[in-house]
């Protein structure tokens, strides 16, 4: 498992692109990682055959465990050489580690222990250089306890008791994923018996526990408990979902921003009938015919400008230095829903493209977050946020800082509603298209004064277009 960068350490394996006896080429894409940021597809640095697949779908593999072994005819079973450095996929096996084919005309081993072997060699050799001990790369020894042949108990059900136990329970055939996957489902692998190769425990025989102890009879409840009981509707049991992922890294994002950064949120309703307008003005320009514009745009735009004038809405608090950073770029974040959860791609200097550049790398960002594409350095390094939350048909909400950024600004729907128009004798009621602007800022780096100049700038420009040329 290769190093994603931004400071991550794990990846959770999506789907692989190739299959055990598949030949590939050097950089041919294998296996897709979804990271806590994004989906990451992983080249091959090798040409050859696929002699196994080192990790399941679903499993959460750590930076540095191998995740795919490649025979590429050497002779040599993982391919490998003395000293061989770090690749894109995993890592090579150490010095020593290199495992010949038997020799034609030698006794060959007992294939339940050579397989638990082979096994064991491939999911639990240390990967070499990612600080980890050199003793962890022993071995684990196959099983015993259970005669060749017998039939083995079905997934997830534990051993017979007049055996003796497979594996002591220091020494369970279990990838480190694996044993993680169980450990935070409160099942002891100890119970288990591996249906893998070898013995060696898999996801199916966790899952199969897992189901096996849901479909246990309950305690029977007495009293008022078992009469509240019989009154539950069938099929409306709670169900859990393992943290992580997108939604776990958004989780302690958001945790430390709200209690790191002393928020403040400011609103202002206004009509924005004029920049209605010039949308549909802009969409009828010939450059503009195959290009997505939408509100967001000029909000955008908008955004930029008025950074300009409150230069202290784009900055970011170092603690360690005990200083504020002035940015001298805008890069700016648009929160996307995706699948997978909420991402902030930014688009880097934002505030020098014209407004043609600034539609096509919006579209392109969100569309790159919906589809998956959106890579860990994409998501990094933002100075200022917008969150969209009008296509949810929501007038506005308080948003919560992305962290290290001063300011963010949610944009709510955008509808036809009553309005005051005209002055003196000529106030009367219209029909006008009416949204709701919410900013909240980091009150550390600047005061009430401050965010409210910004957000009256943003209002301005967007009730009339015209404005920006003020600024």
Known sequence: MTDPGEGLTEAEIVRWLVAEGDEVKINDIVVEVETSKSLVELPIPWAGRVDALLAQVGETVEVGAPLIRIDDGSGDEE???SGRTPNL???GPTEGATKRRTRRGTREPDAGAAAAHEQAEATFDSPGPVGRPSDAREPLKPATGVASGERLPEPGQ?????HPPRVSANRVLAKPPLRKYAKDRGVDLTQLTGTGNGGVITRADVDAHLEARAAAPAP????????????????????REPIRGVRKATAAAMVSSAFTAPHASEWVTLDVTASMELLERIRKRREFREVKVSPLLLVAKAVCLALRRTPEMNTSWDEEAQEIVYHGRVNLGIAAA?????????????????LLELAHALNEATERAKEGRTQPSELSGGTFTITNVG???IDSGTPILNPGEAGILALGQIARRA?????????????????TLAVSFDHRLMDGEGSSLFLA???????????????
Not at 158 to 162: E, I, L, S, T, Y
Not at 338 to 354: F, H, K, Q, Y
Not at 457 to 471: E, K, S, T, Y
């Open 79 to 81: 391919s490998a050489q």
């Open 457 to 471: 700038d943003v209002a301005r420009i967007l009730a009339d277009p015209g404005q920006a040329l003020l600024f």
């Open 220 to 239: 029977a409840a007495s009293g008022a408990a078992a009469g509240g009981a019989r009154h539950r509707h069938p099929g409306l049991e709670d169900r």
């Open 391 to 393: 296509p949810f048909g």
């Open 419 to 435: 309005w005051v128009v005209g002055e003196g004798a000529d106030e009367r009621i219209e029909p006008r298209w009416v949204t």
């Open 158 to 162: 534990p051993a017979q008791q007049d």
């Open 338 to 354: 995706t699948p997978r959860g909420l991402l902030v791609p930014n688009i880097p200097d934002a505030a020098s493209m014209e």
């Open 89 to 91: 996929v995993g890592y």
